[in-house]
């Protein structure tokens, strides 16, 4: 079993900067491949980006370039780190470990955008 506790989240003005957190319990966080989703008032929950064991990224075409993800084997932690807010990026983001066909989500931390 894998725990997920997320921190990070919070208001911004739109340009701001927030990092979300990640940290995962257990001793099998290098073999799971670590994600950032989120999901807005009304809208499906969407990948925002994902990072693999090996470092591979992969990154949801709204966020390229603004919002890089990042692991520390360490200290078993993912982290989003989120530049230039914009108004349509408010929602609930949620982490995600991934292993097969497991699957782990954090509780969702907010993340509020003022214009």
């Known amino acids: 079993q894998v725990q997920l506790v997320e921190s990070g989240g919070g208001l911004v003005q739109a340009g701001g900067s927030l990092r979300l957190s990640c940290a995962s319990s257990?001793?099998?966080?290098?073999?799971?491949?670590m994600g950032w989703y989120r999901q807005a008032p009304g809208k499906e929950r969407e990948l925002v980006a994902d990072i693999t064991v090996s470092g591979t990224t992969n990154y949801a075409d709204s966020v390229k370039g603004r919002f890089p993800i990042s692991r520390d084997a360490a200290k078993n932690t993912v982290y989003l780190q989120m530049n230039s807010l914009k108004t349509e990026d408010p929602a609930v983001y949620y982490c995600?470990?991934?292993?097969?066909?497991?699957?782990?989500w954090g509780q969702g931390p907010q993340v509020t955008v003022s214009s």
């Open positions: 995600k470990a991934s292993l097969h066909t497991r699957q782990y």
């Open positions: 257990g001793s099998l966080f290098n073999f799971y491949t």
